[in-house]
């Protein structure tokens, strides 16, 4: 066996080098709740907008309730919109305080990518149709909605799978119906309609998920989606905030299944205009999750320490590293001895690193902020 080609750290003031002319930048992250991720993708972020004309930041999180971040940031009345974020992301200290700080720049735009209520709740992406399209129709499908929504993904998954089919389809064909008149309503904005597809999208993901279709990885394509839309401005270049396996340029393998993912899709229309950052810890803690029936959302999140960089990852190719630094993966493509490892949450899966992702950025000592 090759040993493996150790990888070479620059300091993160090369990052506007190593993107070139790209439109698109995702920064990832190995766990979610890591405040030092989010203070590395904050000082990034600013270095992308003022040094290369980044104007929007966009998170993996609730496009709809993202609505209200991005109405902050532009001069919005009140505090900081902690429910403007999804996935329990918003207490986070180092991503309010990015938040703020975009809010003082005021040439920033903010956008959630993602479906709805962490997937359990059509409702949020009804709340300003009302407003703009047929309050009767709108209330039909809010009660057939109404009958599964819940605070939490995997108790509202269940709830819909026990749905009589007669009940889920009706739901379908209404939401059509109504994403269908947002599209032919003059004077029915352009965040509407997209809220309204993005609700149509989650319906299709809870039926896949209701029949077994696992390959069937809508959210991810309803996140690509959700870039295409914000594209849509001829100005506009993106900064993707998510996690490092949504990012990836190559489908995610898991169980037997090869699932396109966000990046997958943004790598195969953008080409070298997507560029993803893979972002990793040295040691420290990580946040990682394990099933619990007696949590309301089926799952518990645990603050635990890292180990060892294993053998063959992209953490044990970077070695020793003491300040926050990013390498180029990209020349490493056409050897043999690349990295086939990347830590997710307090584990090692196995991937082929150089061609999932461009760049990779560690923070030498992670913590965990808690969500409530």
Known sequence: MRAMTALSVLPLDDLKTLIGSARVVAIGESAHFIPEYHALRHRMLRRLHEELGFTVYAHESGFSEGLAVDAWIQGGPGEYPVDGFTYRFGPDPALREMVRWMRSESTLRYAGLDLPADLASLLPALEHAATQLDPELVDRVRGEAEKWAGPFTMPAFAAYAF??????????????ELSARAEVTVGVTAAL??????????????????TGAYEVNVRDAAMAATVRHLLRDPGAKIVIGAANNHIQ??????????????????AAELGDDYVSIAVTSGGGRTSTRVPDRDDPRGA??????????????VEAALGTVRTESVADLRPLRA????????????????VDVAAAH???????????FMPV
Not at 300 to 313: K, R
Not at 335 to 350: C, H, I, N, V, Y
Not at 358 to 368: E, F, I, K, R
């Open 193 to 210: 309609r997209h809220e309204l597809r993005l609700a149509v999208l989650l319906d299709q993901q809870l039926r896949a998920q209701a």
């Open 358 to 368: 461009d760049l990779v950025a560690v923070v030498p000592v992670t913590s965990v």
């Open 300 to 313: 518990t999140v645990l603050d635990v320490a890292l180990g060892e960089p294993e053998a063959g990852s």
């Open 163 to 176: 749905l009589p089919q007669a009940d889920r389809d009706r739901l379908t064909v209404l939401l059509a």
């Open 249 to 266: 340029r190559i489908p995610v393998e898991a169980g037997g299944l090869r699932l396109p993912v966000l990046g997958a899709h943004l």
């Open 335 to 350: 050897t043999e001895s690349r990295p086939r490892g990347l830590r997710t949450m307090d584990q090692t899966l196995a």
